[in-house]
């Protein structure tokens, strides 16, 4: 078990308000990342980090910033949602096999409506 | 040719039947590649890594084969509980360890 847990679970929200969600992880792993997932597109990475206060833009990053003051949580945030937002939002950590590939487990999903 | 791409499905079989998904990638340097497994509404889960030319974990093979770019998971004796979203994942190097998902492909199994 990975033990990563994503809040919150489901949000309902409005157009234009902020929203943040938060992805925890007690094994000290250093790579991190959010993806979203929408029918027909599959998950699309929009963040990861590689480190404390160290992070880099995937491949749908616009109107979404992130951080990362601790090893342990990843925050995503929306500055000013809008219902193209609504997704189930995936964080995940990367682990690295015994072969040396580095395979991805991820949190429960953090499903996001916006109205 | 796509990063990723697979066949959406849906594959309904029954019970006991074999059943195999292709799914093509486009980065010739790639070295890992993955399937991984989703139910209905949860998080995608590791199924199995692929290793060079294929490796076999109970009624599930995976097969890589690099000339033509492809990776395959084949299925024996599907059981209902196969029923499920398998996704193709091949890595992505300008993004750290990142990997790069196909749409999935959907299997019904059915008594």
């Known amino acids: 078990d990975a033990g990563i847990t994503q809040s919150p679970r489901h949000k309902v929200t409005e157009t234009g308000t902020p929203v943040t969600l938060r992805c925890h992880q007690t094994e000290n792993h250093r790579y991190m990342y959010w993806y979203r997932q929408d029918p027909g597109h599959g998950l699309r990475l929009i963040h990861y980090?590689?480190?404390?206060?160290?992070?880099d833009k995937g491949e749908v990053s616009d109107g979404y910033s992130v951080s990362r003051s601790k090893t342990e949580d990843f925050l995503l945030t929306l500055e000013s949602a809008t219902s193209s937002q609504t997704s189930v939002y995936f964080c995940?950590?990367?682990?690295?096999?015994?072969?040396?590939?580095?395979?991805?487990?991820f949190g429960a999903g953090s499903r996001l409506t916006v109205l | 040719r796509k990063e990723v791409e697979q066949d959406p499905g849906p594959f309904n079989v029954p019970e006991g039947a074999t059943v195999a998904f292709n799914c093509t990638y486009s980065n010739s340097a790639s070295q890992s590649f993955f399937w991984y497994r989703q139910d209905c509404r949860k998080e995608p889960k590791l199924l199995m890594s692929?290793?060079?030319s294929g490796n076999e974990d109970g009624r599930f093979t995976a097969q890589l084969n690099r000339a033509s770019q492809y990776i395959s998971l084949l299925i024996r004796d599907s059981k209902l509980s196969d029923s499920a979203t398998y996704l193709c994942?091949?890595?992505?190097?300008?993004?750290?360890?990142?990997?790069?998902f196909g749409k999935g492909t959907t299997l019904s199994v059915s008594s």
């Open positions: 692929v290793y060079s």
């Open positions: 980090s590689y480190g404390v206060k160290d992070t």
């Open positions: 994942v091949v890595p992505r190097y300008q993004a750290g360890t990142a990997l790069i």
């Open positions: 995940a950590i990367s682990e690295t096999q015994g072969t040396g590939a580095n395979v991805l487990t």
